[in-house]
């Protein structure tokens, strides 16, 4: 069974992952102003959907963890563009409930940034966005991985769950650098991108 499969190892490997980059974040000084509350509460919620993602495999509630995907790409997104684009008075707004544009302004002003005009977060969505979608909002490729010829039951590939596994650390482990540029810690922000190159290479 597919539980079984992925329970060895890779979900333990996966909960040391979350654990580290827990760690590595936990009791950060931070400075204490409303840009660093709505990027870093951002970034914070990216890591807690990588949490649920590999908690919900875990315990083989599959259908839920890809729907998370997208929401932890949001969250890093945004927590990007609150952090680095948006001005004093949006990021107010939005602390008080306004929603910030859709992603792909977000995209758009993000990537005019010298650290992010590679665009490869928005090569991510354009790849990914659709398949995302279909996951979140229960669209056609979600419901297909509930059909079998024996009936309604989850028939996930072993392949395509250590996808969505490795995929949530890459948006963890950048949200985690998000958290340490709002720190000005440049040590975290490379030990982070280590250990995620040392984990992407296993």
Same mark, same amino acid.
């Given at each position: 069974?597919?539980?079984?499969?992925?329970?060895?190892?890779?979900?333990?490997?996966?909960?040391? /992952? %979350?654990?580290?980059?827990? $760690? &590595?974040?936990?009791?950060? *000084?931070?400075?204490?102003?409303?840009?660093? +509350?709505?990027?870093?509460?951002?970034?914070?919620?990216?890591?807690?959907?990588?949490?649920?993602?590999?908690?919900?495999?875990?315990?083989?509630?599959?259908?839920?963890?890809?729907?998370?995907?997208?929401?932890?790409?949001?969250? /890093? %997104?945004?927590?990007?563009? $609150? &952090?680095?684009?948006?001005? *004093?008075?949006?990021?107010?707004?939005?602390? +008080?409930?306004?929603?910030?544009?859709?992603?792909?302004?977000?995209?758009?002003?993000?990537?005019?940034?010298?650290?992010?005009?590679?665009?490869?977060?928005?090569?991510?969505?354009?790849?990914?966005?659709?398949?995302?979608?279909?996951?979140?909002?229960?669209?056609? $490729?979600?419901?297909?991985?509930?059909?079998?010829?024996?009936?309604?039951?989850?028939?996930?590939?072993?392949?395509?769950?250590?996808?969505?596994?490795?995929?949530?650390?890459?948006?963890?482990?950048?949200?985690?650098?998000?958290?340490?540029?709002?720190?000005?810690?440049?040590?975290?922000?490379?030990?982070?991108?280590?250990?995620?190159?040392?984990?992407?290479?296993?």
């Amino acid at each position: 069974m597919l539980e079984l499969m992925i329970k060895n190892e890779e979900i333990i490997a996966a909960g040391n /992952y %979350v654990e580290l980059l827990r $760690l &590595s974040v936990h009791e950060l *000084d931070v400075p204490n102003n409303s840009r660093t +509350r709505a990027a870093g509460s951002c970034f914070a919620i990216a890591q807690e959907h990588h949490h649920a993602i590999v908690k919900l495999i875990e315990f083989g509630l599959f259908a839920s963890a890809f729907a998370l995907v997208r929401v932890e790409f949001e969250a /890093y %997104v945004r927590g990007e563009w $609150l &952090s680095q684009c948006a001005g *004093d008075a949006i990021i107010e707004a939005f602390l +008080r409930g306004k929603e910030p544009p859709r992603i792909n302004c977000l995209l758009s002003e993000l990537e005019m940034l010298e650290s992010f005009n590679k665009k490869i977060l928005s090569q991510i969505k354009q790849k990914n966005w659709k398949t995302m979608c279909g996951f979140t909002h229960t669209g056609g $490729l979600q419901v297909q991985r509930w059909n079998t010829e024996d009936g309604i039951e989850a028939n996930y590939s072993e392949e395509e769950v250590l996808e969505v596994l490795g995929f949530a650390e890459i948006i963890a482990s950048l949200a985690v650098i998000g958290v340490a540029r709002l720190a000005g810690n440049d040590l975290l922000a490379n030990r982070t991108l280590e250990a995620l190159k040392s984990r992407s290479s296993k």
